[in-house]
């Protein structure tokens, strides 16, 4: 059955067309957030994209500092997919696919320095602010971690401090100030670009998904490259990462407007 699949998702991708209409470039519609999910939360969102999706909660907290960056704050992403999202996720501990999903996530953000971490620091070398990003798949309709780092980037700029109890030193949950993350201007956007045979195509669905040959997630801040992410044991040339990179940057913009 998936190599009759194959073969004839194949057969329309040479003919540039795809098994939903869309062009090869063409991410599926709606792409939209919305905010404020959680009541709880510090930051939320929900990220729709065509049948994916996915939640997004950012928990704010103190704690102590690593002792190789006693001046910084924390940042610690994690991911759940849930069994309701799809039949192929399980209950349990966290399988491959779910850590890479953080891990991705968590990179994208990370590397391109979007949070200054400084600026989360209360008292070096022994309090900071933690921040907590936590993705829950809702629906899995093909290009979890697409949703997931929009989802991600959205719920951070969305993200208000609680207030902070001087005398116990601890966060006052449910008590929210009007202070925002110490974010960067430019936004790390994430696009991963899926290789089936010789085409290359952004945000596949699952009958897509489940025959892909390779795939490239790029971050982005619309000018650097901020992390790369490969998957999948088939090989890509220097000229397929070179046009799955260039894809990820013409859609940066797309990926923007729907931020702002």
Known sequence: MKKELKNYITSLLEKNERVDGRKLDEFRKPVKIELNISKNAEGSAKVTIGKTEVIVGVKIDVGEPFPDSPDRGVLITGAELLPMSSPNFESGPPDAQTTELARIVDRGIRESNFIDTKQLCIKKGEKVW?????????????????????????????????????????????????????????????CTVFKIANKLLVDVNNEE?????????????????????????????????????DLSFKKYKELEAVLK
Not at 133 to 144: A, E, K, R, V, W
Not at 215 to 242: F, H, M, P, W, Y
């Open 130 to 190: 933690m921040v907590f990003i936590d993705i829950y798949s809702i629906n899995d309709g093909g290009n979890l971690i697409d949703a997931a780092a929009l989802g991600a980037v959205a719920a951070l700029r969305n993200a208000r401090f609680p207030e902070y109890d001087e005398k116990t030193g601890k966060a006052k949950y449910g008590y929210f100030t009007n202070k925002k993350l110490p974010l960067g201007k430019d936004l790390p956007l994430t």
């Open 209 to 245: 998904e489940s025959v892909i040959d390779s795939r490239l997630t790029v971050t982005t801040d619309g000018k650097n490259i901020n992390a790369i992410q490969k998957s999948s044991d088939c090989e890509l040339s220097i000229d397929d990462v070179d046009k799955m990179i």
